[in-house]
């Protein structure tokens, strides 16, 4: 059974850092892609950044380019997503999740392309 445990949120202030973390176990994750949303109050659930775990390739939306960083302990079976510059607008849960079986070529920015996910972890971001 693949497990997801996320860890790192909190409360910042506009500006702030967090490095969000995900460890993952259960499986073998050689050839997949870890991937990172957001949900706010009331919107859907986004997509904010992707790495394959074979190649370290990585992948972002728009609108963290530049502030966030995805990467990757292949030994540890974990995931950071490093924030920096956070804004209001960043705030909400947080979720990792896994692609097990990931093309080295392509970014999965669907939730729908994930097989596992995390429970979620709370970033807030004061103005």
């Known amino acids: 059974q693949v497990q997801l445990v996320e860890s790192g949120g909190g409360l910042v202030q506009a500006g702030g850092s967090l490095r969000l973390s995900c460890a993952a176990s259960g499986r073998t994750f050689s050839r997949a892609a870890m991937g990172w949303f957001r949900q706010a109050p009331g919107k859907e659930r986004e997509f904010v950044a992707v790495?394959?775990?074979?190649?370290?390739?990585?992948y972002y939306t728009d609108s963290v380019k530049g502030r966030f960083t995805i990467s990757g302990d292949n030994a540890k079976n974990t995931a950071y997503l490093q924030m920096s510059g956070l804004k209001p607008e960043d705030t909400a849960v947080y979720y990792c999740a896994v692609r097990l079986s990931a093309s080295r070529s392509y970014y999965y920015a669907g939730p729908t392309s994930y097989d596992y996910w995390g429970q979620g972890t709370q970033v807030t971001v004061s103005s």
């Open positions: 790495i394959n775990w074979s190649n370290s390739n990585t």
